[in-house]
């Protein structure tokens, strides 16, 4: 029987598990298909702080990791498949066995829409980038191109005028989805050109690992074209990883886990932390907080407990 078994190993998990490990509830971390999380998809942070030169994505949660493991913390590869959480204790279905625990913590993140173009993937922390607020500042004087007809790349786009020579927003529809206020920010912004229908086939530069130009196409007219751009920014939305406790959890429309106050989810002794409640901030800091208040309720929830 685990005090407390922490899902998701991004920094949201991985400071719950610093904290809860400190309070010697011995956490087990079920890292997931994407062991920690999306900062080991990217280059350099440089808005956590404590590190004035930077540090990257993969080192930063690699650290974390370890600082948690100093304290006691275990970790194990795989994911959770099924959760039981009709009764306590909790029941957790890893890679097939079930095992118990007091208490959960959800930090089982939300994952970027991307396309799904090869040479996107590729160039993920290269020039591809699914967050602005992050990665923003590294495109000084540059083309960006921001993909999405919502009001987040609206969002995006504004921003971005701040760094970039210019944005372009490239939609595959004539119609945009985001509300008129938001989409008339972007149209008054001198910055920002829009490109309606047109949707992106290829991402180039893979052979200089960096990203240069896209193949862009018409869906009207079918013309294909190449454009030259520097940063590439993906704003079609995030999946919260919450299938696995659909029925159970209570979520919003998209699958954002609701919260109760503090870290509560609707069940008593499930916790959450992180992206996978988090639809407004979005990042490494706010998911790292959220990581410590989860683990604080859980202290707090044992030791009501006599545990
Ligand atoms: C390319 C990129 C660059 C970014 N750059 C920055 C930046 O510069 N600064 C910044 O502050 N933020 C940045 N962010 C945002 C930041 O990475 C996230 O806000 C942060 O990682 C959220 O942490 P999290 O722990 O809540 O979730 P995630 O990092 O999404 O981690 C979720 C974890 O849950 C695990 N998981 C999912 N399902 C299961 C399951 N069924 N069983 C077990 N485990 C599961 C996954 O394997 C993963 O380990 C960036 C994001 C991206 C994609």
Redesign the pocket.
Known sequence: MRNVVI?????????AAIYSARANLKPLV?????????????T?????PGFPEGIN?PDL?ENMKKQAQNFGAEYLH????DTDFSSRPFRLN?EGEWIETRTVII??????RWLGLENEQKL??HG????A???GFFYRNKRIMVIGGGDSAMEEANFLTRFGRDVTVVHRREEFRASKIMLDRARHNPKIQFMTNTVVDDIYDVSKNVVTGVRLRNLKTGEAWDQEVDGFFLAIGHIP?T??FKGQIETDADGYILSKGGARTNISGVFH????Q?RT????????G??CMAAIEVERYLEAEGH
Do not use: P, W
């Open positions: 899902i998701g190993s991004g920094c949201a998990g991985n400071t079920v890292s997931g298909h994407e062991a920690g999380g999306q900062l080991s998809l990217t350099l942070v440089e808005n956590f994505g949660v795989g994911a959770v498949m890893i930090a089982s993140g939300a994952s970027a993920i922390g591809v980038s699914s967050c607020t992050c990665d990883n299938k696995i932390a992180g992206d996978v988090d901030y979005r990042q490494a800091i706010t998911a790292a959220a990581g």
